[in-house]
């Protein structure tokens, strides 16, 4: 059996069997970075079932949408509430050197990962140099 003992716990519980309303769920924590000619997300989203994931794109805004249900069974008394349920939704702008319509995404071990290729005409080049300078003779 589980003890509690922090009041400000107790009273949002109590919110939430009065008005019946869940807690707001916290922040969808993200790492970003790119690596040779790729551009990766990671996203936190611990016990998401990956059917509930939802990616879009509109223009150059990358929305994704997951949901957590509640994890105890219907008709069961909650004695701790502390894991946040619901509706999670992150809003990421693509900058133009993305290539948005080449997406990949994967879910493993509670991270979702996003893979988005660097458009081809944003990578690096290299531009030939030519030369036109002709011997000039010089005069004594």
Known sequence: MLMRTDPFRELDRFTQQVFGTA????AMPMDAYRHGDDFYIHLDLPGINPDSIGLTVEQNVLTVRAERAP????????LIAERPYGTYTRQVFLGETLDADKIAAGYAA????????VREAAKPRSIQVTSSD???AVTA
């Open 23 to 26: 807690a707001r769920p916290a």
């Open 110 to 117: 509670g991270v979702l990962t996003l893979t988005i290729p």
């Open 71 to 78: 994890a105890q069974p219907d008709g069961a008394e909650l």
């Open 134 to 136: 002709h011997k000039q």
